[in-house]
């Protein structure tokens, strides 16, 4: 079986390794403990040797287990990591065309760039209302950085500054979601529409409406069934088509505040074809309270505990020279106002 992995030594190491493993047990998931994957031979994409430094940390991404007998490629993706483990699920079982072993390793990174879907609710511990404020931060990260590196920065350095809310994991999600706009050109309210890994769908709106964000979330048994919900929650039935939203992500809480309130720190590449280039950003957003039930706290103290949060993330990354930025730009206003500056150039 392949593994690919990644570096996380720096915050501009965007190297991959890749290794075998024995075939792998039945069943939905793969688990490989930290400690095994230090032992293995790496190697590079051209494969040749690859001399691990001491202390390098690799991170599993993906794992594709070929059976010839069977005719058969399965494929797993990295959905938590933590430092002694990492846990694989799997995501699809293909036919694998006609090809030459040492094309394998490409052949099944573009089945994983094109297919891989790991997209769940990240766990939310604690007490948090679907009706109750929302707040949100956003950190714009300014450099090209190894994304697991900046995870791996914020589950080791955060909770230094809080009670933790659990254990050191940090989730992995990628979805693939079609974007919508209402007509008009309007960048302030948007849906999308995300497929899981069952066949269902999330039928996701965001509104931003006196000021104060409006976020609502739904399943849908089917992409038309979703459409319908999130033409519903804007109130335009004729919503117009705005691109393929890709965003991978790991997510990890950060330690809860003095009243309780904690939030989901995200590190997120994102790109929205048909337009070019990719933007990375740390999100903080607003997750529980274990203190108190959500409708008790104010939509101002909930700001704050978002606000605090972010000032905390940004400082590990100042702490680490990562350079960015602190804006409230959305994804959706960043591509499109890119597009913009094109179309006028």
């Not at 691990?52 to 991404?61: M, Q, T, Y």
């Not at 036919?95 to 072993?101: A, E, N, S, V």
Request: contains cysteine; charged residues 20%.
């Amino acid at each position: 079986m392949l593994l690919v992995a990644a570096t996380t030594d720096t915050p501009t190491d965007r190297d991959v390794a890749f290794t075998q493993l024995a075939d792998p047990a039945p069943g939905p998931a793969l688990v490989l403990a930290e400690h095994k994957l230090r032992d293995l031979d790496w190697r590079r994409p051209d494969g040749g040797q690859l001399k691990c430094a001491a202390g390098s940390v690799r991170v599993p991404l993906w794992a594709c287990h070929l059976d010839q007998a069977a005719g058969e490629a399965t494929f797993f993706a990295t959905v938590q990591w933590r430092p002694d483990v990492a846990i694989l699920a799997r995501f699809l079982r293909t036919t694998p065309p006609g090809i030459d072993p040492a094309e394998l390793a490409s052949w099944a990174a573009e089945v994983v760039q094109r297919s891989a879907l790991v997209n769940f609710p990240v766990p939310r511990p604690g007490q948090r209302s679907s009706e109750g404020p929302e707040a949100e931060a956003k950190i714009t990260l300014t450099g090209p950085v190894n994304p697991l590196v900046v995870a791996r920065l914020l589950r080791d350095h955060l909770p230094a500054t809080g009670v933790p809310v659990f254990g050191p994991t940090v989730h992995r999600r990628i979805l693939r979601s079609d974007l919508y706009l209402p007509p008009g050109g309007g960048r302030r309210e948007y849906a999308a529409l995300t497929p899981r890994p069952d066949g269902t769908w999330w039928a996701k709106t965001k509104v931003l409406r006196d000021g104060r964000l409006h976020k609502s979330i739904r399943p849908a048994d089917t992409r038309e069934h979703a459409l319908a919900l999130v033409a519903e929650a804007l109130g335009h039935p004729d919503l117009v088509h705005a691109g393929e939203l890709n965003r991978t992500t790991w997510d990890l809480p950060s330690p809860t505040d003095r009243d309780g309130h904690w939030s989901t720190v995200t590190v997120d590449t994102t790109t929205l074809a048909p337009h070019p280039g990719a933007l990375q950003q740390v999100e903080i957003e607003y997750g529980a309270c274990f203190t108190a039930a959500p409708v008790t706290a104010s939509a101002a103290r909930i700001e704050q505990a978002v606000a605090e949060t972010a000032d905390r993330v940004a400082a590990v990354l100042t702490a680490h020279h990562i350079p960015h930025t602190r804006n409230g730009q959305s994804k959706i206003e960043h591509f499109l106002a890119a597009g913009d500056a094109d179309a006028r150039q």
